[in-house]
């Protein structure tokens, strides 16, 4: 396995050249989440997988206003 750093916007490899993509955590502190699916799209060669494993925001009425306060801290954290 070869991990290649860089940010969802532009993925610092050629189009159809991985086999596989893992997005873990990452799509709620990206601005423009379209945009990295298809950026991801675009470096995946045919028949390669996504790999995700992300949160959703709670229906909970009391837990959801609480996601919404530390999100600016949770991005920064995680390196936005």
Known sequence: MRVVP???DAPPVENDSL????ASLV???VPDIAGALAEIR?????GGELRFFE???SA???F???Q?????LWSRAGGG
């Open 68 to 72: 919404d306060a530390i999100t600016p």
């Open 19 to 22: 086999d596989a993509a893992v």
């Open 6 to 8: 860089g940010h969802a």
């Open 64 to 66: 959801s206003p609480l």
């Open 60 to 62: 909970k009425p009391w």
């Open 55 to 57: 949160h959703v925001r």
């Open 27 to 29: 799509l709620c502190s």
């Open 42 to 46: 675009r470096v995946l060669r045919p």
